[in-house]
């Protein structure tokens, strides 16, 4: 019964109707996927070419020099704070008291 679709009317009687393929209705499905496939590789390579210069302008913020001794100067004073709490944390509880 391929082919056949069987509706159901208001008076419990039944009518088979058969279905046409139609080749208008194929086509305009197979361009309108090819048409989808199109639109996401251009969003795709889109997203793809904005995400790369703006890692290209992150990294030359990051890099320019007063960035560059902005971080040494952060990172000096973290490992200034983490060697005194461990100092702190390494000595008995009276030792600092004179």
């Given at each position: 019964m391929s082919g056949y679709v069987r509706l159901s009317l208001k008076d419990n009687s039944q009518v088979e109707l058969r279905q046409r393929r139609c080749p208008?209705?194929?086509?305009?499905?197979?361009?309108?996927?090819?048409?989808n496939l199109a639109l996401s590789l251009v969003v795709q390579k889109s997203g793809e070419i904005v995400l790369e210069l703006l890692?290209?302008?992150?990294?030359?913020?990051?890099?320019?020099?007063?960035?560059l001794k902005r971080l040494s100067t952060?990172?000096?004073?973290?490992?200034?704070?983490?060697?005194l709490d461990w100092l702190l944390h390494k000595s008995e509880p009276g030792e600092w008291e004179e």
């Open positions: 208008i209705n194929q086509e305009v499905t197979t361009h309108i996927n090819l048409i890692l290209k302008k992150l990294w030359q913020w990051v890099l320019r020099d007063e960035n952060a990172i000096k004073l973290k490992i200034l704070v983490l060697y």
